[in-house]
């Protein structure tokens, strides 16, 4: 089955700075990933996804890029706020819709004001 | 808004007894649930894949008999976590998607065994 990898499990940035996080999947045969931030108790929200086609996707502060050959996806946040503060997950499925998620192990991201 | 409903939010229960939780679609059918479970500071891990009309699909190392589910209809999903132990303290949350756009998520259920 598919297993997700994820890196940092922590990371501290100062407000302002960016943050970058990294995932790496096993199957191939995934085509969908989509990142979540999660806040404490909460359930996961979508923030950004992107399909196996595309190889970078934008949206304002946020940005996923995608290398489909070495089977690894990072989100980049520029201008991080103290609201970005939270866990964010990866996770990769063989297609977007009606599919199982397998996430990674999350990362907890700080920012520091 | 809310495309699943998730109940409840939070359920305190004595080792040995069942505990159920419910998932709705709000707004539309849903053919599939899926049903995660999360630990403190971990990862959520997928527990089994319910069917309307169908039994269930239970991911490896998942017993079927402690965790009951059962999918009735289209808009309604339910977990019963069967003679609960402390070890099934978790966080249980369902997903389903609005047909391909994404998955959507339940509130969660915080589960205490004491």
């Known amino acids: 089955g598919e297993n997700v990898e994820q890196h940092p499990s922590t990371l501290s940035v100062q407000e302002g700075d960016s943050a970058v996080i990294k995932c790496t999947y096993s199957d191939s045969a995934s085509n969908y990933f989509p990142w979540y931030k999660q806040e404490l108790g909460k359930r996961p929200q979508l923030i950004i996804d992107?399909?196996?086609?595309?190889g970078e996707k934008k949206d304002q502060r946020i940005a996923v890029t995608l290398n489909k050959t070495a089977k690894h996806f990072s989100l980049h946040i520029t201008e991080t706020q103290p609201e970005d503060s939270a866990v964010y997950f990866c996770?990769?499925?063989?297609?977007?819709?009606?599919?199982?998620?397998?996430f990674g192990t999350g990362t907890r991201l700080t920012i520091i004001p | 808004g809310a495309v699943v409903s998730q109940h409840p939010s939070w359920v305190i229960c004595k080792s040995g007894t069942s505990v159920k939780i419910e998932c709705r679609s709000l707004d539309f059918q849903a053919t599939t649930m899926f049903w995660y479970r999360q630990f403190p500071k971990q990862s959520l891990m997928l527990m089994a894949t319910?069917?309307?009309?169908?039994?269930?699909?239970?991911e490896q190392g998942v017993e079927k008999d402690k965790f009951l589910i059962n999918h009735a209809s289209l808009t309604l999903s339910t977990l019963t976590v069967t003679s609960a132990h402390p070890e099934d303290s978790s966080f249980y949350i369902c997903s389903n998607w609005l047909w391909d756009t994404e998955a959507f998520f339940g509130q969660g259920t915080r589960l205490t065994v004491v």
């Open positions: 319910s069917n309307e009309g169908s039994k269930a699909t239970y």
């Open positions: 996770a990769a499925s063989r297609r977007r819709g009606n599919e199982k998620l397998t």
């Open positions: 992107i399909r196996s086609n595309v």
